[in-house]
């Protein structure tokens, strides 16, 4: 009995000591990465990263534990004494916040590659093209009371994109939209890619959402798609960007210039993380923001959506 | 504050903690009455259900009983509301009441049930039982009124708008952790309070065994409350557990994605299970040290001081609760604040953050059931051990652990459990590779990639009762429950089987599940037949399948009433799918392959042709609406010959086949007019071309098939309408293997017919049903290079794919 007693102890002291053992890795050839952008893709170009380069990219991942991007939080909260060289968003907001609070290094700070956008999604079993609405505006006829699915406007590129919004219409016209919205009964879910599986499952016809996750939705055989862009779209590019103070500056550089290029943008739209190249190449005119504007505006338009849609 | 979000936080949570405690209660009465061996496994399955991720047992009742829900027919009940909430948090929640009732009648003495036996039923319950375990009830209503309280992912998926929503506004859109701090104040303080009041009580732990036994309990209770309680148990499970697992089994693509992230998280199948044990170790050594340090060298027992701010200890204890009740995500910031420091780098960069992260938010549960255990230790063993001048650490390791083992590791169980199915507290600190496997799902999910999330699961349940069956086989193998040698080898005789079958199961469903219902077929051409797929509209289902196709490496492709097209490997696993360009004005019909492994699907209402590659993409589209030579009114089917020479059936204007060159681009022949005669079609449904470059037209509405030469000139035709062998009823597609067989497939009388290269009859297979071998409506078919025939099914809403002898 003292043996098997033994035994268990031993292995639970390896257990310890292999939980707890260092992950800090040859620092001379690594770089640390916190990644907002989904694993499935990001992991192989990290990998393709190191394979070329010889540095190990560390890599954390962002989680919709409770609500999006506990990145940004953490970023803001290492400032002082940051752990990450390299943020890979995969929207724009949040990396201007993190920009304008400093988290970035003062010159060539971020930078933003490639495109997704927003975009209405319909469930093709119960919604001809013919008869899907065309524009935001009719998402608050009648007809639509209880079948639009979308993200709380609170977060994440629901988010950024009824800011967008509320710059592109103007205050009152804006106010008037969300209240409609509102009052038609629209179907409130924690995530664009819970809206479309709720579109393609069939609870609501109609959703808004993001031209990725909807791809994703295709890919798993939900009876979606995508409505073609209008001006009402908003392009939502992906960014990356060296910390101020990066533990390995010049490894950072190779990784923030190597998530630029074009074999890493190209990797990412074949995949339908993003849907182009370039935002320039989109020939439809969407929604041009004024970020700075919006970012003095991002509290107040906070709070009228919670009283707006949090009622 | 938003009141209004604050009163249904409040709503679902006491009503949450009333259902969820009265499932409990009941659950407690029938487990009560088990013998040891039956109680243990409802134990287990209670264990189970706390386990399961919120978001799977969501999932499982919006399948069910969301707006599109398959029960909604006859069960007009809507779950995505208030009252979904509730049922579902009490579904999460009930086994918490569960054990801690358990735990509190299990210190019922026989002589209590013996002393009056007219005791007994209802006055049991309510003289007896109430009395008994009210407090270890309220104990456990606070708990579970703190987990519904907090919960934000499942009342947002049920449309239901609660407190929680708000500070994480604050948090994750304006970065405001002061604000989101200072919002968190009633999800903190309403717990608190009630745990103040609770402060002096102490936490009773389930044991599987108890002085009473379980037939005298039984006997008490009476047959009717016991039978009733078990029935509405036996409910519970199979609703609580049963559902949502199956619905996460049943999925073939759970297991197909299994191998590929059984590889791809490996380490984080290691990281979870290593911290969570880990955790849960330190959490109840600090417990343990904690309390045997507040040992007094003489005179009382620990955890005997009566009001918490009479003991500095217990008041401890009792903040201990802060952080649990805390967001867990302030609490990630807070360790960011105090360890991110250049001097705490070892600790910062390392697992020991997340560690020391679990063991902050959950020391209050290893504490708490440190001090209890440690005052149900034999009083006279202690105060013998210590007149023998015992030191603290020879009066724990001698005489108080052997005593409180069990307890402890039930406490060290719960907060395993806790451990791995943990996000919110690590996500802020967790260093690079340190990802467990709940941070994978979570990332993952938020992708929206749910069969791989469903594949974690599975692991993750498979941890989460891993302890429990390393537990089983330490007694095994420590002989604790032998009492007879033969039993011994029963026992453990038993436990390998079910280990083994365990192992089987879950090694089974690794490999990619291959279509289900393998039936042995009475055919000469025939051995057996597979169902492929099932009526539905997610991956892998089907909607009135009406073509197929196979390409060069005996792929499997299948459009349906969905609009898609469907990939399925040659043993029947999906692939990939990909949707029709259009499908407003109707979906796809009629497949055929070109001589560059290309698949053609032809598109009735759009008048065109679609050229996709094996893997989805659309690499050409051709045709034109009109009635005009080299124009499409209504295509049906397609076929393409040697000479890559596409051909085109068409009916309804007009009643003829076309071929084009490879390209659709030059019009090469036209076939055919509307009418009976030899050459004339009537809704020519069905195309296919032999090795002589033969074309063979299924004539569905003259209930023949007609043959032509290369050319076109007309060689013959078989068939007649009827049931009879030989006769046909609305041919609708058919297939010619190299020795010039053909294999009809025929809509009106719903089998499949062989005919020999002179049209005479070689066999019928099949007929109306449902069963495997039967069809319904059979629209097409296709065969492999192996002469393995596919048939879509289309009114089973499936493919069936008969193996060549």
């Known amino acids: 009995m003292k043996t098997s007693r033994l035994i268990l102890i031993a292995i639970l002291v390896a257990a310890g000591l292999a939980a707890l053992k260092s992950v800090v890795a040859n620092r001379g050839r690594s770089v640390v990465a916190y990644c907002a952008q989904d694993q499935t893709y990001a992991g192989p170009i990290f990998r393709e990263f190191q394979r070329q380069t010889g540095i190990k990219v560390r890599a954390v991942y962002d989680s919709e534990a409770v609500k999006t991007v506990g990145l940004a939080n953490r970023l803001l909260a290492e400032r002082r004494h940051p752990q990450c060289d390299v943020f890979w968003g995969n929207e724009e907001l949040r990396t201007r916040q993190l920009a304008a609070a400093g988290v970035f290094r003062e010159t060539n700070g971020w930078g933003a590659f490639g495109y997704r956008s927003r975009r209405i999604v319909i469930n093709t079993n119960r919604l001809s093209l013919a008869a899907a609405p065309r524009s935001l505006l009719e998402l608050t006829n009648e007809a639509w009371r209880g079948k639009v699915a979308l993200a709380y406007p609170q977060f994440g590129t629901t988010a950024t994109y009824f800011h967008a919004l509320r710059q592109a219409w103007g205050d009152a016209r804006w106010q008037a939209w969300c209240r409609a919205l509102a009052a038609n009964q629209p179907l409130l879910f924690d995530g664009n890619s819970v809206v479309v599986r709720m579109v393609g499952r069939g609870e609501a016809p109609v959703g808004l959402t993001d031209s990725d996750d909807i791809a994703v939705g295709q890919a798993d055989g939900l009876p979606v798609a995508s409505l073609p862009m209008t001006e009402e779209a908003l392009l939502i590019p992906n960014t990356v960007g060296v910390t101020r103070g990066a533990p390995h500056p010049k490894a950072a550089q190779r990784l923030f210039d190597y998530l630029q290029s074009r074999e890493v943008v190209q990797r990412l739209v074949s995949v339908n993380a993003l849907e182009g190249l370039a935002a320039d190449e989109v020939a439809t005119p969407t929604l041009r923001v004024n970020w700075d504007a919006l970012l003095r505006e991002l509290d107040r338009t906070t709070t009228e959506l919670s009283g707006i849609f949090l009622r | ?805």
């Open chain 2, 1 to 805: 504050m938003n009141w209004l979000l604050l009163k249904n936080s409040l709503l679902v949570g006491v009503l949450t903690t009333l259902l969820a405690a009265s499932f409990g209660f009941l659950a407690a009465l029938w487990l009560a009455g088990l013998g040891s061996r039956w109680r243990t496994r409802l134990l287990a399955v209670a264990v189970i259900a706390l386990a399961l991720p919120p978001f799977v047992v969501t999932n499982c009742w919006l399948h069910f009983l969301g707006f599109a829900g398959v029960w909604r027919g006859w069960l007009p009940l809507n779950i995505v509301s208030l009252g979904g909430t509730i049922w579902i948090l009490s579904l999460l929640t009930w086994p918490i009441t569960l054990l801690f009732v358990l735990g509190a009648w299990q210190r019922l003495e026989p002589a209590q049930l013996e002393s009056d036996m007219a005791v007994s039923g209802w006055w049991l319950i309510r003289g007896l039982l109430w009395p008994l375990g009210r407090t270890a009830l309220a104990q456990a209503a606070v708990l579970t009124f703190v987990l519904a309280l907090n919960n934000f992912a499942v009342p947002a998926i049920l449309q239901v708008k609660v407190f929680p929503a708000e500070i994480w506004v604050r948090f994750n859109t304006t970065f405001d952790t002061a604000g989101a701090l200072g919002l968190s104040w009633p999800l903190v303080a309403a717990p608190l309070l009630l745990l103040l009041w609770f402060a002096r009580r102490d936490f009773p732990w389930p044991r599987t065994e108890g002085p009473l036994p379980a037939g005298l309990f039984r006997q008490q209770l009476g047959p009717g409350w016991f039978w009733f309680c078990g029935a509405g148990t036996i409910v519970l499970c199979l609703l609580a557990v049963g559902l949502p697992v199956y619905q996460l089994v049943s999925v073939s693509r759970t297991w197909a994605e299994l191998p590929g992230a059984l590889a791809a998280g490996q380490t984080a199948l290691w990281n979870s299970f290593s911290l969570a044990a880990v955790s849960a170790g330190v959490v109840i050594t600090l417990g343990l040290a904690a309390e045997v340090r507040s040992l007094p060298p003489r005179g009382n027992s620990p955890g005997s001081a009566g009001h918490p701010l009479g003991s500095f200890n217990s008041f401890l204890r009792w903040l201990a609760w802060l952080p649990f009740l805390l967001p867990g995500v302030l609490l990630g910031i807070a360790l960011i604040l105090l360890f991110n420091r250049p001097w705490c780098m070892l600790l910062y960069q390392s697992a020991a953050i997340v560690v020391l992260a679990f063991a902050c938010r959950y020391l209050a549960f290893g504490w708490n059931s440190a001090a209890h255990a440690l005052q149900t230790v034999d009083r006279d063993l202690v105060d013998v051990a210590r007149l023998e001048g015992a030191t603290r650490w020879q009066m724990l390791r001698y005489v108080q652990w052997p005593q409180i083992a069990p307890q402890a590791a039930a406490a060290w169980y719960v907060v395993f459990l806790l451990c791995l199915w943990d996000v919110e507290s690590i996500i802020l600190v967790v260093p690079p590779g340190g990802e467990t496997l709940a941070l994978r799902v979570f990332n993952l999910l938020h992708y929206g990639h749910n069969a791989q999330v469903n594949a974690l699961c599975l692991m993750l349940l498979v941890l989460a009762v891993a302890p429990l069956a390393v537990w089983k086989a330490w007694r095994v193998a420590r002989g604790a429950e032998f009492r007879t040698p033969h039993s011994a080898v029963r026992t453990a005789s038993a436990f390998t089987l079910l280990l083994a079958s365990a192992v089987a199961l879950i090694l089974s469903g690794c490999t990619p599940r291959a279509p289900s219902d393998q039936t042995p077929l009475s055919s000469q051409f025939f051995a057996r037949v597979q169902i492929i797929g099932s009526r539905g509209v997610g991956v892998g289902q089907f909607n009135k399948p009406r073509s197929v196709a196979v390409d060069a490496q005996d792929n499997l492709y299948v459009v349906d009433m969905t609009g898609r097209v469907q990939k399925f490997s040659s043993n029947g696993v999906f692939e990939l799918s990909w949707q029709m360009p259009e499908t407003e004005l109707g979906k796809a019909k009629g497949m055929g392959r070109d001589r560059d492994g290309n698949v053609l699907v032809l598109e009735p209402h759009y008048q065109r042709v679609n050229v996709f590659s094996p893997q989805g993409r659309l690499v050409a589209q051709w045709g034109k609406h009109g009635t005009n030579a080299g124009e499409f009114s209504w295509p049906r089917a397609v076929a393409v010959n040697s000479r890559r020479e596409v051909l085109v059936s068409e009916y309804g204007l007009v009643e003829r086949v076309q071929r084009f060159d490879a390209r659709g681009e030059k019009l090469l022949a036209v076939l055919g007019q509307s009418g009976n005669g030899p050459g004339e079609f009537n809704r020519p449904e069905g195309l296919c071309v032999d090795a002589q470059d033969r074309l063979y037209v299924a004539d569905s509405c003259n209930h023949r098939i007609q043959v032509f030469a290369s050319d076109g000139q007309f060689l013959r035709a078989y068939g007649r309408p009827g049931q009879r062998q030989g006769d046909l009823s609305y041919p609708y597609d058919l297939c010619v293997d190299a020795a010039g067989r053909q294999y009809v497939c025929e809509f009106g009388n719903s089998r499949i017919q062989v005919f020999d290269p002179n049209g005479g009859c070689l066999e019928i297979i099949g007929g109306p049903g449902a069963a495997p071998g039967q069809f319904n409506n059979p629209w097409g078919v296709a065969l492999d290079s192996a002469g393995n025939l596919y048939v879509a099914d289309s009114q089973n809403h499936r493919v069936q794919k008969l193996f060549r002898k």
